[in-house]
């Protein structure tokens, strides 16, 4: 008999089936006991007779297959339940689990949700949110390959950081010094300039920072893009605006039940995303919130405070930031007219989810953009050298794949929308 | 007025258009000159009045704006030129150029070709390359998507080796000692376990292999799936074949003229792969081929003659190769009788591109497995934890992408078939 997954088994009404999963709950009465099995695909009731052989003993978490009638129940929430006349244990769980699995809410600190990764992931809310991130990233991807950004896989090995940084990790590489790299920016514009105009990646990105906030972990997933021919960073905002509209669409097409489970909902955008210049957003957190302190970019508290205002406001949970101070900017970056450059940070519900941006493409200007800042150009051949050969105007962003999880599902720690987060202290598991 | 991209022009006969790109070919003549364009989408030839203002001193590569309009002409091969009444210069290339981008064949060494990446992939071969590189990954990501697998992200930085091997780059990690994963190997049997069953992961795998082959780099990129509830390994082979199947569908339906420009065709798989335990293999090769020296694995050139001898033979490219024994495979991989294993691997027109494989998942096999091959198992705590709380039977298989491109478009070093690759003695571009 074929296995069906329990999210079809309404489609089975009196038909007998064959379900294999966890044993989310087991509750004994003096002659059955009402199992429910959980699969990837949802929750079902069974109810079994106690003399079945299996049942006695099982404990919740064992992997069960099981045979029997799909019965209908108005009692039930379902509709159905499930009379089994079969069960098979695969794998016993023989120990005490360390959480309980089937709780809605675990209410565990983050300490044991991560140290019992494999466990707490299986809380039905838990589970939901890498799926939801799984649709993130699909709906990345298939947007931008539809309007002919070519993926790329650009080293994770590098031998001088993107940035000119400092916080990279240091690695071992055949008796050379090699880093880590803490983003794919000169890579990617690399691969502009390469011919392919349009391209994106999805992978990991590295920081070596020490200091340890709800908002960074040292190992990220970075949704990156760029593109040539580009005559603004106005472009690149538009994009992102159909971009994130499209994530969330396909959200909402291919996770209702995740949704559903973690009782959420997406936000709207609008025609298109508030933009403000940095300056402005200063003044009205001087003006009403008293945030006298700031001077040339916003703190975390600015960044909510903003949010907040422009929400009040214009009813939008995204703004655009735009105008960053250049001495606050990467080398790369345009510059605009007083010290300002063609950048921009999207701040959701909070929190600063994209840094994005035109960047400098003659030669030249880049040189003298990287001596400016102290830095010797030197120290970036292998990425200058890329200019010297026809470069076109050209611009890109990058969204923090943790955080928009986060925000969009209502974390305040990107350890939670991180599957196995690392940091200062966390390696394992 | 808009870009319009070149492979669009021809729907723009006797109309003026504005095409961006780069100066792919000069020629020139008393009156006029023969500029041919290149953008992301193909190549165009344009006629241009000598003094027209931005022609003189302009070198191949260097990026420009062109209007003007497209008009029949038969005697060329597109059956249409464009005549230019305006060209505006972008980045002009000022230097000599290290490579010459616009021949069919660079014939350069793998050195100039990789030194001079960004120019190399301009090249339209070379180009091509990464579009249908990308299209891999598309193919594989969508069907796995269709067909219920979660996408995951699994840490790169790990505190020990997936496979227990010694072949790992070492990290600083806050004074910690930290590994790069050598595959997801650990994470991906773990996201099965936490409840996602079906599971894939794109993303960068490190070995620190100091041998230099042309099958070998150091860094990358695995296409990597693992599922739940299967009862055997030829389920995996069944996936594989049909997942290489929708692959290749996707790149004749995506990159027409990426094969054209390669001269690729892709290969047909017929109902199903042919496949041929690994002993069988071996007594072929002592019998027909005279590798007496074999014994329980291929060198390379086995791998290559058992390919050719399943071509002549059955007319496949393909061939899987079955029953490993257990010492040539990692202590997770199910043993079969006979001190053989339910694992598998595929080859390509002589070259291995997937290791794969049911896996045990029983917490005191896999304990014992470990320690029989005289490992300590608690250096695998985390992992072995995961099969303590009931884990479904399981398996799955990684793609290696270099090696599946290399193959597929006929190169015969990976390098080639990676944007930047990392080996012993490369760590730039």
């Not at 908002?215 to 970075?222: D, L, P, T």
């Not at 690149?236 to 396909?250: N, P, Q, V």
């Not at 943790?402 to 390696?427: H, Q, S």
Request: net charge negative.
């Amino acid at each position: 008999m074929k296995r069906t997954m329990i999210n079809k088994l309404n489609q089975c009404i009196n038909e007998e089936v064959l379900v294999k999963g966890w044993v989310h709950r087991i509750r004994t009465l003096s002659k059955i006991s009402f199992v429910i099995i959980r699969d990837r695909s949802g929750i079902v009731q069974c109810v079994v007779e106690n003399q079945t052989a299996g049942v006695k003993g099982l404990k919740h978490e064992s992997v069960v297959e099981i045979k029997g009638k799909i019965v209908g129940n108005e009692s039930v929430a379902a509709g159905f339940e499930m009379h089994v006349s079969e069960l098979n244990v695969i794998s016993l769980v023989t120990e005490e689990l360390p959480i309980e699995v089937n709780k809605e809410e675990l209410n565990i600190n983050l300490e044991t949700l991560l140290n019992n990764r494999v466990l707490s992931l299986r809380n039905l809310k838990n589970n939901a949110i890498f799926k939801i991130q799984a649709a993130i990233v699909q709906g990345f991807t298939n947007y931008l390959a539809k309007e002919s950004f070519t993926q790329i896989f650009t080293p994770k090995i590098v031998s001088e950081g993107a940035e000119g940084g400092t916080e990279l990790f240091q690695l071992d590489y055949f008796s050379k010094k090699a880093y880590l790299a803490q983003s794919p920016q000169f890579y990617k514009q690399m691969m502009v300039g390469a011919g392919y105009e349009k391209v994106f990646e999805v992978g990991h990105v590295y920081r070596a920072e020490s200091h340890s906030t709800k908002r960074h972990i040292n190992e990220y997933v970075s949704l990156d893009l760029e593109m040539g021919f580009i005559e603004n960073e106005l472009e690149l905002m538009e994009l992102e605006t159909a971009l994130l509209k499209h994530i969330f669409s396909h959200i909402n097409e291919t996770c209702s039940a995740e949704l559903e489970i973690l009782e959420v909902e997406l936000p709207e955008i609008g025609e298109s995303i508030v933009q403000m210049e940095l300056t402005e957003a200063i003044n009205i957190l001087k003006e009403h919130y008293n945030k006298i302190e700031l001077e040339e970019d916003l703190d975390p508290e600015g960044e909510k405070l903003i949010s907040e205002y422009v929400k009040e406001k214009y009813g939008s949970e995204f703004v655009f930031l735009t105008h960053y101070p250049q001495h606050k900017r990467p080398m790369y970056t345009m510059p605009a007219e007083n010290g300002k450059t063609r950048s921009f940070d999207l701040l959701f519900r909070g929190l600063e989810i994209t840094t994005g941006g035109l960047r400098i493409h003659q030669y030249n200007e880049l040189k003298e953009s990287i001596a400016n800042r102290g830095m010797n150009p030197e120290k970036f051949t292998t990425y200058l050298e890329a200019f010297k050969y026809g470069m076109p105007p050209h611009g890109g962003l990058a969204i923090g794949l943790e955080r928009i999880t986060a925000m969009l599902l209502g974390y305040e720690n990107i350890r939670e929308t991180t599957a196995f987060p690392r940091d200062k202290v966390r390696l394992n598991p």
